[in-house]
Structure formats: structure tokens, C-alpha cells
């Protein structure tokens, strides 16, 4: 039975990280939780007691997935074509069952060995208009874009506030950290974002501006994010989709794990 989630909060999606399975894929969409703003419902496939299955609808063009082995993938397949078209983002082995005809997907990427490095990023937390402007400005072009390009594709004030909205109640929330380098105080050369969710650490968006790549900047950030948040119990991971990306990343001490497969169900 699918049962919708009245209250989406980071201690919800902490909650369900104990009882659905302990993946990167179940972690992705755990974090989609964290968006508020773009996420039009989320549910919970139950059967007794026990929690098998959690749909995320965000956008009204895109739905997470992740179910456990004892999930009811013939109820999730006929829920997510009533969603209407939306692609579907799930774990490659979990795809067929879920009647997911797949067209692409990206890599998962988790941190294996802790860089050094990260002392030229420095923590932010305001004055964060000019790390959004320039994730919008080098969407479509950056080395190191962690998140979904088609996020910050479309620029006006409304998705600013949106992006504000969660990057700013994470920081006063604790659980999301803003790194940045600067040259003087205004000047802008790369920034990046996390956000942590029980033993999980998610990197978002990492981008530096187009005039100062190949410099180390951004790497400076991925390392910062790193060093600041990595513990005994804590993973470390992101999302990329091309070869070019994942090797930005490598250099940092992360390791392709899995994928997240991408496709729509027909209707």
C-alpha cells in the first residue's frame, strides 16, 4: 500500500534511511526529500509494519525511486504511470521490474581516500547570490557541475528563491555547508555545495567560473567540502554524467560505485 508523507523534512528522510535499503541509489533519493519547494509529493510503499518502497515526485517531470527486494514493483509501476510521463530516476538492477524503458544514465560516485588539500575554500553562509549566479552562468559548460544541469538552466528570481530557500535552511539547519574561493572579497572563482542526512553526505553543485578553470579552484572545493565533513561514519557522494566529470573527481579520492538509471514508463 502507498501511503503519502504528510510532513517532508530532513528528520523524515532520516528516518527512512533505517528501514529501506543502505545504497547510494536509496541516499540520492532520500536527498531529493531536502527540496521542499520542487518536490510535489513524496509516498512510502508499506506492507504491515515494514517500509519497502519510497516515491518522490519532484517538478511534476521527475520521480525517485527506491524499493526493497520484498517491495510490490507491480502497485509502484502502475502509481508511476499515473504520475504521467515523468522520468524516472532508479537503481539499474530495479528498472525492468519497475517497467522502466531506460535512455541514459550517470554515475554514482562515492569518496574512497580523503584528499588533502581544501584550504583555499572558505565556508560560507550569505551572501549566496553570487555562488547561484554563477552556477546559472556556467550550467551548461562547467567541469564539476555535481547536480542536474537543467536545475539552474532556466534563470529568474523565482528559482532563486527556491535554490535560496533550501541552500539557507540547510545552513541554519546544519546539515548543508557552502564552501567558496575568493580572490580578494568579491571575486568569485569556484564554490561548492553539500548537504548531510544522518551518516550521508551529498555534494550538489560544485562549478567554477569559465575564466579560472584548470586552476585547482573548484578541486579546492570538493576538497574543503571533504575534509570538513568526512568522519568514521560519514559517505561521501555525488552524481556525474559524463567520463570528462568523473575524472575531475577521481583526482579528489572518488570511486564510481553504481549508477542511477534514467527512463520513463510507458504509459
Known amino acids: 500500500m502507498l501511503k503519502v508523507i504528510e510532513n517532508l523534512s530532513a528528520d523524515t528522510a532520516k528516518q527512512l534511511f533505517s528501514v529501506l535499503p543502505d545504497t547510494l541509489c536509496t541516499a540520492f533519493a532520500l536527498f531529493s526529500l531536502l527540496d521542499v519547494?520542487?518536490?510535489?509529493?513524496?509516498?512510502?510503499q508499506t506492507e504491515g509494519d515494514s517500509v519497502t518502497?519510497?516515491?518522490?515526485s519532484e517538478g511534476q517531470t521527475k520521480a525517485y525511486v527506491t524499493a526493497s527486494e520484498n517491495a510490490d514493483f507491480e502497485e509502484l509501476q502502475y502509481f508511476l504511470r499515473t504520475l504521467g510521463g515523468v522520468v524516472v530516476h532508479c537503481a539499474p538492477?530495479?528498472?525492468?521490474?519497475?517497467?522502466?524503458?531506460?535512455?541514459?544514465?550517470?554515475?554514482?560516485?562515492?569518496?574512497c581516500t580523503l584528499p588533502d588539500g581544501g584550504k583555499q575554500a572558505k565556508t560560507v553562509n550569505d551572501n549566496l547570490r553570487p555562488i547561484y549566479d554563477l552556477l546559472v552562468q556556467a550550467a551548461s559548460t562547467a567541469v564539476g557541475t555535481a547536480s542536474s544541469t537543467a536545475d539552474f538552466q532556466k534563470y529568474n528570481d523565482r528559482a532563486y528563491k527556491?535554490?535560496?530557500?533550501?541552500?539557507?535552511?540547510?545552513i541554519?539547519?546544519?546539515?548543508?555547508?557552502?564552501?567558496?574561493?575568493?580572490v580578494g572579497e568579491n571575486a568569485l572563482l569556484a564554490a561548492g555545495v553539500a548537504d548531510v542526512l544522518g551518516d550521508y553526505v551529498y555534494i550538489?553543485?560544485?562549478?567554477?567560473?569559465?575564466?579560472?578553470?584548470?586552476?585547482g579552484y573548484g578541486t579546492d572545493c570538493v576538497r574543503g567540502l571533504c575534509a570538513d565533513l568526512k568522519t568514521d561514519t560519514n559517505r561521501i557522494f555525488l552524481l556525474c554524467g559524463d567520463l570528462k566529470t568523473e575524472r575531475f573527481y577521481q583526482k579528489s579520492g572518488f570511486v564510481r560505485k553504481g549508477y542511477i538509471q534514467q527512463g520513463i514508463v510507458e504509459l
Open 37 to 44: 519547494h520542487r518536490v510535489d509529493g513524496a509516498w512510502v
Open 53 to 56: 518502497a519510497l516515491v518522490v
Open 93 to 111: 538492477e530495479q528498472a525492468e521490474r519497475l517497467g522502466v524503458t531506460p535512455f541514459s544514465k550517470k554515475s554514482l560516485m562515492e569518496l
Open 162 to 170: 527556491e535554490w535560496l530557500s533550501k541552500t539557507a535552511r540547510g
Open 172 to 182: 541554519f539547519g546544519g546539515y548543508t555547508v557552502v564552501k567558496a574561493v575568493y
Open 204 to 215: 550538489r553543485d560544485v562549478v567554477t567560473d569559465k575564466d579560472y578553470r584548470q586552476m
